[in-house]
């Protein structure tokens, strides 16, 4: 089945600073790339997705981008603000199976 | 509010006992799934039913049971609890059955095993 890595586990950054996530899969026919934002107490939210016939996708501050031939897939968050701060998680999904990476707990410190 | 509700949000119970967790999904959402996430660890994928029938089996205990009622609502039972089982359950819901829409997640129930 499918395995997704995350990198870093975690990082600190300084307000205003870029935060870079990335992720690795080991089934080339994963086709749909979502990122989900953890806040303390609550549940993932989606923030962003890709799919597989697309290399880069933005969404104001945020910017996932894929490559597909490496299979890995990252997401860039420009302009770090202090309520970024949360645990991202990365998952790769091929029909019914979603897999999701180790989590990455972003420190943005003001 | 994402529109998946999950109920209760927190319980307290003791090793060797049942409970059952609540989700209903966000309107119009056919698919539920089921995640554990215990102390500073990632999301553990347990099941997914889509449109009452079970779709999906990942790391499910056979202690733990779930189905998916006629009206899309979901029930996570879990049995003979050990002090291991207290986690974070997540209930997510997306449209279809593949998940490739995004999934929404609830506010998740936290669980205490004592």
């Known amino acids: 089945g499918e395995n997704v890595e995350q990198h870093p586990s975690t990082l600190s950054v300084q307000e205003g600073d870029s935060a870079v996530i990335k992720c690795t899969y080991s089934?080339?026919?994963?086709?749909?790339f979502p990122w989900y934002k953890q806040e303390l107490g609550k549940g993932p939210q989606l923030i962003i997705d890709?799919?597989?016939?697309?290399g880069e996708k933005k969404d104001q501050r945020i910017a996932v981008t894929l490559n597909k031939t490496a299979k890995h897939f990252s997401l860039h968050i420009t302009e770090t603000q202090p309520e970024d701060s949360a645990v991202y998680f990365c998952?790769?999904?091929?029909?019914?199976?979603?897999?999701f990476g180790a989590g990455t707990r972003l420190t943005v410190k003001p | 509010d994402s529109g998946v509700t999950q109920t209760p949000k927190h319980l307290i119970t003791a090793t060797g006992q049942r409970v059952t967790l609540r989700c209903s999904p966000r309107?119009?959402?056919?698919?539920v799934y089921w995640y554990q996430q215990s102390l500073d660890q990632g999301l553990q994928f347990l099941i997914q039913?889509?449109?009452?029938?079970?779709?999906a089996k990942g790391n499910i205990l056979e202690r733990f049971s779930a189905q998916q009622f006629p009206d899309l609502h979901s029930e996570l039972n879990l049995s003979s609890l050990e002090l291991g089982d207290s986690a974070l359950y997540f209930c997510?819901?997306?449209?279809?059955?593949?998940?490739?829409?995004?999934?929404?997640f609830g506010s998740g129930t936290r669980l205490t095993v004592v």
């Open positions: 997510a819901s997306s449209v279809g059955r593949q998940g490739n829409d995004g999934y929404t």
């Open positions: 089934d080339s026919a994963s086709n749909y």
């Open positions: 890709i799919r597989s016939n697309v």
């Open positions: 998952a790769a999904s091929i029909a019914d199976d979603m897999r």
């Open positions: 309107s119009g959402d056919l698919s």
């Open positions: 039913y889509y449109n009452g029938e079970e779709r």
